[in-house]
T-cell receptor, first 117, second 112 residues
């Protein structure tokens, strides 16, 4: 079984709809991350969580919210989806003790392809 | 913010050594340099990480000069399966305000 899973894998929705993307991990890591990737571009950080009670905005958090329900679960919500949120979304986890993003290897999920019409 | 700059694309042939250089002129003291590989429609996968000098593992080497303003990922004897996008990641959440600075990556194409 995969260590980091994301559901759904693909989603097509309409403008204005509320969407939730879910991420679960069995690696026992405290840190979890949400990224978005647009075609031909690198990953941009949306939100990150050092533990259940420590959640922080990333580079492009506007229009998104998150919930860390447990150590193993980190959900990303689009309250009112818009077409420019069409992208590939990745969840990642890592271990670590400092607040340095690149301190430890990040383990990525398979991604969720979201299309907003 | 340690912005990273990499070549957009590179071509190579099977069996050759490939070197991909990443520039990060504004790297901060606490920043590590990490390289990831990404295949189409998959999440990135960790390759190697370093802070200074040279690091080697079973798949690659990472060369970092003393000033740390650049780094070079070296892939020995590439195969067709090494065709992928390679990202150089430099970042410290404290100094970068949550910016991951993944950059746009280098698309490596290995030809037979």
């Amino acid at each position: 079984d995969a260590d980091v899973t994301q559901t759904p894998r693909n989603r097509i929705t309409k403008t204005g709809k509320r969407i939730m993307l879910e991420c679960s991990q069995t690696k026992g890591h405290d840190r979890m991350y949400w990224y978005r990737q647009d075609p031909g571009l690198g990953l941009r950080l949306i939100y990150y969580s050092f533990d259940v009670k420590d959640i922080n905005k990333g580079e492009i958090s506007d229009g998104y919210s998150v919930s860390r329900q447990a150590q193993a679960k980190f959900s990303l919500s689009l309250e009112s989806a818009i077409p420019n949120q069409t992208a590939l979304y990745f969840c990642a986890t890592s271990d670590g003790t400092s607040r340095i993003l690149t301190e430890n290897e990040q383990f990525f999920g398979p991604g969720t392809r979201l299309t907003v019409l | 913010l340690a912005k990273t700059t990499q070549p957009i694309s590179m071509d190579s042939y099977e069996g050759q050594e490939v070197n991909i250089t990443c520039s990060h002129n504004n790297i901060a003291t606490n920043d590590y340099i990490t390289w990831y590989q990404q295949f189409p429609s998959q999440g990135p996968r960790f390759i190697i990480q370093g802070y200074k000098t040279k690091v080697t593992n079973e798949v690659a080497s990472l060369f970092i000069p003393a000033d740390r303003k650049s780094s070079t990922l070296s892939l020995p004897r590439v195969s067709l399966s090494d065709t992928a996008v390679y990202y150089c990641l430099v970042g410290d959440l404290n100094t970068n305000a949550g910016k991951s600075t993944f950059g746009d990556g280098t698309t490596l194409t290995v030809k037979p």
